[in-house]
Structure formats: C-alpha cells, structure tokens
C-alpha cells in the first residue's frame, strides 16, 4: 500500500472514499423512501402513518442496534462489519425486490435499519482510525459532506425511482448501491486489525459515557440533528402555511441541506489548521442552529429561506467537530463503541427534536414550536458563556477583559 506524502501511516485519500460511500449509502437509505406517498403505493403506504412507519422501522433499528455493532466493531475490527452491514442492507433490500408483498416490505426496512446500525459507527471509527489526529476534522468533514449529500439526494432520487418503477426499482437500486459500496470497501479500504482491551466493566462503561468529554460534543450532535430533522420536516409546512407552493418550500429545504454539506469541510480543515478550536466551534453552531430556528418564526419565505441558511450552516459546523472531538478523546480500541454510542446520540435528538417542536405547535403553534426548540439549544452555550464571563471578571482572575477581549 502506497502512503500518502506528509502523513506516514495514512493510506492515500481513495482508499477512504468507500467510508464516503458508506455514509452517503446510510443517508440515502434513511430518507430515500420519503416519497412514497405520491408514488403507485395501492394499498401498502396510502397515508402519512404508513410513511412514517417506514422512516422509523429504519430510525429504530439503528437506536437498538447502534451501539452493541460499535463495540463488535471494536472487537473483531471495524472493516469485516462494515462489509458485513453492506452485504446485509443489500441483502434486505433485494429480499423485497423478489419477494414485492407487503409484510417484505416492512421486514426489508427492519433490515435495512439493522444492517446500517452495522455499517454506519464502523465507517465512522474507520474514518478515526486511518486519519492521524492532526486530520480528524478534515476528514469527518468530508465524510458529513457525504452523507448530507445522501440526505439531501435521498428524496428527490427516490421520488425519481418511485416513478420509474416503484418500490421494487427503488429498493433494488439500494441493493445494488449498497453490494457495490460492499465490493469497494473490500477491495480498497486497508485492514485494520482491533487493538487489545482493557476489560471493562458496566461500571466504567457508565463512567467513560457520563464523562463530559464525551457528554459535551454528543449533546451537540444531538441538538444538531434534531434541529436538522426539524428543519427537513417543519419548514415546508411553514411554508405551505403561508401558501406558497412545493416548489419553494422544497427549494429551502434544499438550502439547508446543501448549506450544511458545504459547511462541513470548511469547519473540519478550519479544525486541522488551528483557526478553530472545538469549544469555540461547537458554541458558535449551537448558537447559530438556534438562530435559524428562530427565524423559522418569521412569516413568509424570507424568514424561511434564512431558517434554512442558518439552521444548515450550524449543524454544519458542529457535526465535524464533534466527531472530531470524541475521535481524539477516545482510546483507538474503543472507537466502535464511542461512535456507536454518539450515533445514539443523534438518533435521539432525530427523533425528539420533531416531538417537541410538534407537541409544542399542538398548543401554542409552529412558531413556539420552533421557539421552544431554539431555547433548548441555545441554553447550554449561553450557560456556559455566562460562566465563563463570570470567571473572567471574578476577583483575583488573571487578567482583567478590556474593550470586549478576551482575559490573558
């Protein structure tokens, strides 16, 4: 295997494109069904309860099973479950493909879910594992670029396959992705074997979880994910609230999607150049996703359009910092386990930033929806800024602030 130039140890950056893939291939099989509804469906997905059954079969397989694929990960080496998860989404999805009944179509969305619980933290570590430190951020920039690619292509290529053929062309495409994706990664990404261990017990588990450096940037992927969900879900029913067509509503949601895609590698090589520092990156995104969700409340398309540029700009900025910041703060030989349990994280703030923003609109309206949302985010960073305000100015602090500075 050829080296890269400047970075013994590092494999040439086209051995890392089959991660890319991975995560583009988890993206675009999470949303890629999204627009079934107009699509010739009879009588197997006929309402919204039907779609968002789908979406979460796939959402609840990954919470379940994220964790427990990170740490087999860890233990007999991310590579073999990555392909593995490959060669079961496939595997899933061809599974409806011939058998084209109902029941398959729920038991290949389980599937799918279960085989990207597999696939998507071993992709992650081995994005950790083939990048030396200096490089983390670069490369999980590039590898959310992809993924948010997924997101955003997702839809609009499925919405393409369901009118060409329906259902079966659609998830036979995600066969064939996803077995291709499978050949690549065998046959470009190095091996890398897993690392002895420690034994660890429950109890350090808890602790190593409950650690703030682990904490910190998992709550920031987690309100970045759910302010992005919030986005993706509730901006075009502001949109359509105040009567403007799919066409511009589907427009802002492309806005934020591809806002965040191109923001990701710029934060990750701001990261690897010393221009960013984590803290200081994870409190800007936290605080700029929660500007875009206010101006979520603005009436009419500019507010949404800004809700869109901000809201993906921030989630954006933190995706690759966290990934980051717990790549460089976790033992190699547990990478699995941390990214397994991060992707936990996200799922959760997936699923419950919708939940609040649509318990809150049932209330009091859309517009404190996205509010009350907004405030959650917001509250930690602000705290935190406070804080350290506080103990810039505090008597017998080195240093005292002048002119908006920060202390010495």
């Known amino acids: 295997m050829t080296e890269e130039k400047g970075t013994p140890g590092t494999p040439p950056s086209w051995r890392l494109w089959p991660l890319y893939a991975a995560g583009f291939t988890t993206a675009f099989g999470a949303h890629g069904v ?17 779609l968002g059954a789908l979406l979460a079969l ?23 479950v990555m392909i593995g998860g ?43 594992r083939l990048n030396p430190a200096a490089k983390h951020g670069r490369a ?26 329906g259902l079966r062309l659609l998830f036979g495409v995600m066969a064939a992705l996803a077995a291709l994706v499978a050949v690549w990664a065998l046959l470009a990404v190095p091996a890398v074997p897993p690392l002895p261990r420690r034994r660890q017990t429950v109890l350090d588990l808890a602790r190593r979880l409950a650690d703030p450096v682990f904490l910190r940037p998992t709550a920031a992927l987690a309100a970045a994910t759910a302010a992005l969900s919030v986005g993706v879900g509730f901006l075009p ?12 509503t589907g427009a802002a949601v492309s806005v934020l999607a591809l806002t965040a895609a191109v923001v990701q590698p710029k934060a990750g090589r701001a990261l690897d150049e010393g221009r960013l520092t984590t803290g200081r990156g994870l409190t800007t995104g936290l605080l700029v996703t929660a500007a875009g969700l206010g101006c979520a409340a603005i009436p009419g398309l500019p507010g949404i359009l800004l809700a869109a540029v901000l809201i993906g700009a921030g989630t954006g900025l933190i995706t690759p910092l966290g990934f980051a910041a717990l790549a460089t703060a976790t033992p190699k030989e547990r990478l699995g386990q941390t990214m397994g349990s991060a992707e936990l994280g996200r799922e959760l703030g997936d699923a419950g930033g919708p939940l609040l923003v649509a318990g809150v609109a049932t209330a009091a309206g859309l517009g404190t929806g996205y509010a009350a949302l907004a405030a959650v985010i917001a509250a930690g960073p602000l705290i935190a800024l406070a804080r350290a305000g506080r103990g810039r100015t505090a008597p017998g602090a080195a240093g005292t602030p002048t002119g908006g500075g920060p202390a010495a």
């Open 58 to 80: 796939y959402d609840g397989a990954e919470v379940l099973l994220k964790p427990l694929f990170g740490s087999l990960a860890d233990r007999i080496g991310a590579r073999p």
């Open 86 to 128: 490959l060669i079961g989404f496939a595997a899933a999805s061809a599974a409806y493909v011939v058998a084209d009944s109902p029941g398959w179509l729920w038991a290949a969305r389980l599937g799918q879910g279960a085989a990207a619980s597999a696939f998507s933290p071993s992709a992650s570590a081995l994005v950790a």
């Open 34 to 50: 999204a627009a079934v509804l107009g699509g010739d469906t009879d009588d197997v997905v006929g309402s919204l309860l039907m």
């Open 237 to 248: 029913v502001s949109g359509a609230a105040a009567g403007y067509g799919t066409v511009a």
């Open 140 to 165: 999980f920039g590039s590898y959310g670029f992809h993924k948010s690619i997924g997101y955003t292509l997702g839809p609009l290529l499925g919405g393409a396959l369901m009118w060409l053929g």
